[in-house]
């Protein structure tokens, strides 16, 4: 654990670098050295949305050239993504042109008339039901079909010409209802995949010529570089269902031939059987359960299987992720055995979904593979702080992610491109400069949490075959019921620091063994095994429980008990099980019983107790265990309460802190005592505790040797010898809310609202530029718009205006003159120009004009005032200019003229201390606004708060008499970038492109988050 201080590239954060826009060599390299001095271990080269050079091309190759370069220069990784967008498989809109039968496949059905075009559909069956049989009855569709009147109505359509055979060509028989199952294939024309359509990944073909198309280019001018600096190539949002979201033929995963493969692999006829797949018929379970376990077979040999065999060749690690993580029926776990890395995404802020995460890391576990990757950030908003990262990244880190991938680097933020599910985590953000404390806390967790094996002596079975037969498209709530069972099983798992691992049946059927007393998936073991509510189980799962349980295992069912095995009664039954035998060894308990059932029967390498003694449900655990040690990482997940917490490991043990913020290792204050160990520790919100726990020397006296100065108890109330800490009585100095204020950026005025002239339909009055992009681009007509300010008491001569590629405009105008030629570098974003204002602003109304030629890629966005005034106002058309002011509060700059201002600002007081011999201080924020806050003593960095506790030892740097203290406040692109139009909510989940304009949830007004901080004060004691 030597680079525990300083990890290498391969364990810190990878920039998920979205390539968006006309890509230039010198560019590229100065963004990688920006990633290289921040703290970041290399990046994917991944070509999105507003990409300006050619997907592929000689032109893209060469950038792709000048990146690797660069990236082997500077010791970082290089990996490769496998689209230009996502979802991986179309090669850029490639792959679906090459042959119709790789194009995007589907199973529908469709009541009454069939909604699509007669050259993409091929009927597969036709169903009648009699209404008269009461088929309302349900909640959703039929529970009854005529089968002889299905074969006649059948016979009738195949004996109709081929241009007569539309769904409305059927006779009109008002009593019946008529039920179409068709094969769907995806017309050409999709904008999102380039005029293409996405693809089929169950067909084998498409596999065969995604790699022709992408990899094998890429193996043909950098093979000599894999392995190497381009470690591996990743694919994202793998799915069967992509473009039928929202769209009412109730569709499931096909692809041409399955009826053929179906009926060779299970002896009967899918096509027979195909209302099973929609309606609860006899034998509907064996009908499901077969046909999604093939689904899953071809999709992971068909697709990842191929790609990573392709890797495994070229000595490529490949990875990457299904879409959400896992589609109710897909079994992800037969994926990850074709990863190099298994992958996950976590998407929002939010800490909830965690399923996906340990699928993935339990995958790994049991197939030997040692990193697990998670994209993280997407759509967290442009507000996330360090604070909101280490949240979420310390809940990845707990479900056994070890290697964060972050979304999105922009390289270009122009137009449409800022917008891409923010936050932008790039270089320009005004929080950059700190990016290293963040990165360098990330990858020491990465580094720490790569080490050895996790301990995990729980299988909980994945019951994605239960959630198959439970699931019909007409209505989910069923295979929804079974899905919250499991989930609510795992947190109960999770909050009862029970750890445990997940197990397909796929992988435990070809993987599985009982030695020696315990259950092995690969190369994991366990002691205990749970059911979460299954409703079926595959014979051979059931067969290695047996032995399980025979052999002593312990095997508990929360609720029933499965109550079939393989194939319930229906097509093709053959295995007979006797569930009562079966039921006889089975412990059963309902779930609210589990977190007991649990802890009877199984022992734990770490109690969790709060002070009194009840277990701490908000604090989860992560422990593995070295050739030398055992590692253990402790979160607290609440972002509002804290928890002081008494922790008991079974043994002596010598316990080693590690900071995974700073890298600096120090020895913990614990006792052992009666052959335990014990220890306390206070959790603020969002805090964490990574400990080292390495075996005690063997003649250490026996029990109640003090090695701190703790008060401890052991569960029962039986005090410990530990002595009462003695604290030192305390002094503080509260520093007053009249700071001086200095501003290190220009402040800004974000204008999103415009006139637009010079179109057929004029609009005279403001709109938002959304708005008006909307207008401009159905009118196809030359423009002009128009942005407009107030400036009432501010005189100062130098400003700015911002103007986001303004290569676009024929002129631009400020007060009917011309700048031009005024143009003064850029800010943000080489893509946004500056134009002096020097001399050309007035009191009163102030406009500026841009004069722009229509194009389809024409860009509508706000425009940008600067300079060193303060706004006032908050409401388009109402913002008002004023001279700025040198004292502020402090608590909220936002709310004190600084309102779309987007640098850095510090606050400065002097603080009178006369006495600092023998003494210690530390700086406190009773609340911090701001991404980070660095602080200055004297003129010098005491660092940087980044999350709670807000404190900062300054002591070294305090000296008798006055004292400059000075907070640096950092804030995020959010106040100058939106979106400003969402009404305010109290938990934000999704921030993306629709977020901007988002209609449902708009206010006129603005939105803005806090920037400041409330209370500071500094805390004297004795020093000990």
Known sequence: MTNFENPTSEYRPLSFWSWNGRLREEELRRQIMEMKEQGWGGFFMHARTGLETEYLSEEWMSMVEAAVKEASRLGLEAWLYDENGWPSGTAGGIVPRLDPALRETHLMMAKGRIPYREEDVRILAVYEVEKQYGIRARSYGADHLDVEFRNFLRSDLDSLGPADKRADCVPDYPDKEVLFFFQWRAPLGNARFNGASYVDLLHPGTADAFIA???EQYAARFGSRFGGVIPGIFMDD??????????????????????????????????????????????????????????????????????????????????????????????????????GSPATDHLAFQCKSFAAHRLAQSAASQLGKTRVVCEVYAACGQDLTFEGQKWIADWLFIHGINQLVMHLSLYDMAGHRKRDHPPTLSWQQPWWPYNHVMAGYQAR????????????????????????????????????????????????????????????????????????????????????????????????????????MEAGGLVIACGEVPAAVDDSPGPGSSYGWDQASFMQRVRTCPIHMLEEVVRESTASPVTVTGMDGKPAAQI??????????????????SRKQGCRTRLL??????????????????????????????????????????????????????????????????????????????????????????????????????????TIAGIATAAPAPMHHMKAHAMIMEHKQDFILEYQFQVKGWTEATAWAVVERPEQCRYIEFNGQRIQDQESGWRIDPSFRKF??????????????????????????????????????????????????????????????????????????????????????????????????????????????????YTLDITGLVQPGENGITLRLVPSLHNLLGPHHIQQQEEKKWIGPASFDDKSNWSDFYHFVPFGVSGAGIRISRSS
């Not at 295979?479 to 796929?506: I, N, P, T, W």
């Not at 989860?620 to 997940?637: E, K, V």
């Open 238 to 339: 793998l799915t069967l269902v992509w473009n039928i979201w929202g769209m009412k033929s109730y569709a499931l995963p096909w692809t041409e031939g399955l009826e053929e493969m179906f009926a060779g692999e299970y002896g009967y006829s899918l096509t027979e059987y195909l209302p099973h797949l929609y309606y609860e018929l006899e034998g509907y379970r064996k009908v499901r359960l077969d046909y999604y376990r093939l689904v899953n077979r071809l999709f992971a040999r068909n697709w990842t299987q191929r790609i990573n065999d392709w890797c495994l060749d070229k000595g490529l690690i490949s990875t990457g992720h299904l879409m959400g993580g896992s589609r109710g029926y897909i079994d992800p776990m037969q994926h990850y055995e074709h990863m």
């Open 649 to 754: 490991f079974p043994g002596k043990w010598n316990i080693t802190m590690l900071d995974p913020a700073t890298g600096i290792e120090s020895a913990a204050s614990c006792t052992s005592w009666q052959g335990n160990t014990y220890m306390e520790h206070e959790f603020p919100p969002v805090g964490s505790l990574l400990l080292k726990l390495t075996d005690a020397d063997k003649d250490l006296p026996g029990d109640g040797i003090e090695q701190t100065s703790l008060l401890l108890r052991e569960p029962g109330s039986v005090q410990s010898p530990a002595k009462p800490l003695q604290r030192q009585p305390e002094e503080a100095i509260f520093l007053h809310e009249n700071w001086r204020l200095k501003l290190l950026d220009h402040n800004a005025l974000t204008l999103d609202y415009c």
């Open 620 to 637: 989860f655990l992560h422990m593995r265990q070295t050739a030398d040690s055992n590692i253990c990482f402790l979160i607290n997940h």
């Open 836 to 949: 002096s204002l020097a001399g050309l602003v007035r009191q009163g109304l102030n406009t500026l004009r841009l004069s722009c030629a229509w194009h389809e890629k024409a860009i509508v966005e706000p425009v940008y005032i600067e300079g060193d005034f303060r706004v006032e106002g908050a409401s388009h058309g109402a913002f008002v200019l004023v001279s700025p002011r040198e004292n502020c509060s402090g608590v909220n700059l936002a709310r004190e003229g600084y309102c779309f201002y987007a640098g850095q600002a510090e606050l400065s007081q002097a603080v009178r201390i006369n006495n600092v011999a023998d003494r210690r201080f530390r700086l406190e924020l009773v609340g911090m606004d701001a991404v980070c806050v660095e602080v200055l003593v004297n003129g010098k960095s005491a660092g940087v708060i980044a999350w709670k506790p």
């Open 445 to 548: 967790l990465s580094y720490m949490l790569s080490c050895g094996r996790r301990m995990a002596d729980i299988l909980v079975i994945h019951p994605v075959e239960s959630v198959g037969v439970a699931y019909t498209p007409l209505d989910p709530r069923q295979s929804e019921a079974v899905s919250g069972k499991y989930e609510r099983m795992l947190q109960l798992l999770l909050e009862s620091h029970r750890d445990f691992e997940l197990g397909s049946e796929e992988l435990m059927e070809r993987y599985g063994a009982v030695r020696d007393g315990k259950l092995y998936v690969g190369q994991s073991c366990y002691q205990t095994v749970l059911l979460p509510g299954l409703l079926t189980l595959r014979g051979a799962v059931a067969r290695l429980l047996e032995n399980f």
């Open 213 to 215: 198309s992408t990899h």
